[in-house]
C-alpha cells in the first residue's frame, strides 16, 4: 500500500491510506486495551481463554519441568509487556503518521 500511495498520491486514495492507518491504529490499541483490561481483572481465566483459541496443546507443565526452569513466569511477564508496549507505540505511530499525512495532503 505504501508503493502505490508513493506512486499514486491522488487525493482520493491518499484519503483511504490515512482511514487505514488511523483506523488500524486505533483498533490494535483498542484490542490491547481489552486483552490489558482482562488480565488485569481475571488473568488465569485469560490466559488460559489465549491457550485454547491458540491450541498450544499441553501448555501446563509441572513445576519441575526443564521448561518452567528454563522459562519461568517472570520471563513470560517481562517479554509480554514489552510486546504490549511496542504494539501500543507502533499503532500510535500509525495514527501520528495518518494525521501529518492527512493534514498535508488536505491543504492541497
Do not use: C
Amino acid at each position: 500500500m505504501l508503493y502505490l500511495w508513493v506512486y499514486n498520491s491522488n487525493k482520493e486514495y491518499t484519503k483511504h491510506f490515512t482511514k487505514i492507518l488511523k483506523y488500524g491504529g486505533v483498533l490494535t490499541i483498542a484490542l490491547i486495551g481489552f486483552i490489558l483490561l482482562s488480565l488485569k481483572f481475571n488473568f488465569y481465566s485469560t490466559f488460559a481463554i489465549f491457550h485454547k483459541l491458540l491450541s498450544f496443546g499441553q501448555w501446563q507443565f509441572p513445576y519441575t519441568s526443564n521448561m518452567i526452569k528454563m522459562f519461568p513466569g517472570e520471563f513470560f511477564y517481562d517479554i509480554g509487556i514489552r510486546i504490549f508496549l511496542w504494539s501500543i507505540v507502533s499503532a500510535v505511530v500509525l495514527v501520528v503518521i495518518s494525521y501529518v499525512i492527512n493534514r498535508k495532503y488536505s491543504k492541497k
